[in-house]
């Protein structure tokens, strides 16, 4: 038989995706779990988005888009840059993509060599990684903590910078810290790239759910950045795959030849649904549910201390707290095995995040209502009252 | 300033999409254009498809699939190869993709070593080579003609293969040819890349759309082959970007856990659409459309001959017509671009689909109605007069 490729090999599947396979049995058994494992939102797509994917199809929008998506969908989110972040684009940087999956596919695929190696944050995103082995390019995973906000600087990326160091990959806010980076670290950051000819990749996916501050781009900084964005969060679209991908402008050709060979476009409907992301009607849902998500932190961040977890800093974005579990455990995984079977709580473990004190960590996504969540604090409280 | 990597510029934009903006561009001057160069059915999704798709999106089907896709879809296209085929396949082999070209990545990232060789014919699908050098793994193409059917034949493979040499990536039926490749060849091909511990590949993407025999599939043959398909074409699904992917068992936790960090899910709405692609009303309606399709394959088989193309071999599947046009030029892409300006009919030309005589060859989509087709070779017809 075949082998399975070293590259697929290497890709380990996410520790959450059996827990939540446990989880999904002991539902089926009949027990109530509290799902705060689940990088999604809660809420459905909002009404007009809806409504306007629905209008699309039933005229007949179920043919191919160009490679880069609808000129009206680019032309929306460079409107949309220019409204909220006053960043005038050309809606020839901007490529509709399936999800920020294909952004970072498509981003990384045009930056990366072979045995290149890309900076990234531990902890982070998992995926990121995934995408650059697949690429047989290196991950080199700096240990990030409360110290700089759980993000890289430029001090950091210095210390790390190899000879054939061909990017930094930033994620603002961050997943599964929350946190942001502040724009003049970033701007520090962007000039060190500049120097070392290096691509800065920021993903802003994000980007509307901050509760703190106004939203914010990298893009305000420079235009030689490559920008990962996405419909799925904020605007509540996870299920429809559509995302986008900002480019400096000399990637723009490139990004176009590649998307029409990896993607041929993304999909028709979600493209034209998303054309309503923006309206006045849409935007008020979203800020609503906004201010639904700040309630549903700023519970968990009072909550959560009385319990016996650390949250280092405050996370001041999307919608993930995490949390130290120290003073319960000295394996995170195991902890969170016993709160789904104990106690009916689902959380992530730490080590789907890196290596770095993975086992002291968890991660809470507050993507469940805020009775489900008080729910869920109230039972990790017996359960945590019966460990002690 | 980064600079774009190897990888990305090795990849060529498809020719005919510049002539495609030309085309546009012509239109938009009021000029009429009858279009044979777009692999994309002119029909739109059967309607009950696309009902399926709106109710699911009414009743909220907007969130994340498993990454594998939907357990009832799955067992559905598994019921379909039982019902058409009689194939017995595990849903566990079955990944729901977005689109065939998801379906590709994924299973060449699950198989290929960077180095490693794909044989493939030229002419053939321009995507796989580009896949396969994203991957940096090394496309050997193989010239086919209408000796082996414009199809590899063990003979040919045997001929190419290397020490290196990983998978064998077959079409049937073939775009741009439309031929087919027989069962008892195909089962010869299956029996020497198992004796090399080679990996065999069938993209199925026209399956339904054959002409002048029964569909067929190559897992008739053998577990141990990865089926490439799609809704997009015999389904006219191609704007909801869906497709699946069949693996050897020994494949399908890798290609799980691959296709969690690549895609994610396959878009939900159009998940929920294919539900009722098998469903025998829609049935219905599709194989109306393929009689259409071979009506209008059969016009061209009489009419293009009579004005001076040469059809090597009866193309019995896809939508496709690979003309030789070498009485006209020496140069298929200019004689394309003068179909395009002084016919107003558009074709794609053999540089396309690969090297292998590719300046000999046009390849005509029959993709528009039997009226537009009639009229285009009224325009062809007066234009080749003009000629000589």
Redesign the interface.
């Known amino acids: ?9 290497a ?4 520790h959450v ?1 059996k827990l939540l396979a446990r989880a999904r049995a002991l539902e089926a058994q009949g027990k109530s779990i509290m799902h705060m494992e689940v990088g ?1 939102p809660d809420f ?2 909002p009404q007009p988005i ?1 409504d306007a ?2 209008a699309a ?2 005229q ?6 160009p490679a880069v998506g609808m000129t009206s969908l680019r032309e929306a989110i460079a409107a949309h840059y220019l409204k909220q972040f006053n960043v005038s684009l050309s809606p020839d940087r901007i490529i509709v993509t ?2 920020a ?1 294909g952004a970072l ?1 498509l981003a990384l ?6 045995e290149q190696s890309v900076l990234l944050s531990d902890p982070g995103y ?2 990121n990684r ?2 650059i082995s ?3 390019a290196r991950s080199v995973l700096v240990n990030v903590d409360a110290a700089s906000n759980f993000q890289l600087n430029t001090e950091l990326i210095k210390q790390h910078w190899e000879t054939d160091t ?2 930094v990959l930033l994620a603002s806010p961050s997943n599964p810290t929350g946190t942001l980076i502040e724009q003049s670290e970033l701007a520090s950051i962007l000039d060190f790239a500049k120097l070392k ?3 800065v990749l920021v993903d802003e996916i994000y980007q509307g759910l901050v509760y703190d501050t106004e939203p914010s781009t990298a893009l305000s900084n420079s235009d ?1 950045v490559f920008i990962i964005n996405s419909f799925s969060k904020y605007f ?6 559509i995302g986008w991908l900002v480019v ?1 402008e ?2 723009a050709g ?1 990004a ?3 998307a ?11 493209q034209h649904a998303a054309l309503a992301a923006f309206e006045p009607e849409t935007v008020k849902i979203l800020e609503q549910r906004r201010c639904e998500f700040k309630a549903r932190r700023d519970y968990l961040l009072t909550a959560l201390p009385k319990l016996g977890f650390t949250i280092p800093v405050i996370p001041e974005g999307a919608f993930y707290i995490y949390a130290n579990c120290d003073v319960f455990t000295k394996n995170s995984f195991e902890f969170v095995e016993q709160c789904l079977e104990q106690a009916g709580v689902a959380l992530t473990p730490g080590i789907d995040f890196g290596e770095n004190k993975a086992e002291q960590y968890v991660r809470f996504a507050y993507t469940t209502s805020l009775e489900n969540i008080k729910e869920a604090v109230a039972r990790l409280e017996r359960f945590i009252c019966a460990l002690s």
């Open positions: 038989m075949p082998v399975i490729s070293k590259r697929a090999q890709i380990q599947p996410f995706m999604e459905n797509t809806v994917g629905v199809i039933k007949g929008a179920v043919h191919y888009t399936p999800g999956s596919l695929s045009v930056i990366l060599e072979a998992p995926c995934n995408f697949l690429l047989q061909a990017a000819n290096a691509s030689d509540s679209m996870t299920g429809w795959r400096p000399a990637f490139v176009d030849n590649l029409q060979n990896l993607f041929l476009a993304a999909p028709t409907p979600a």
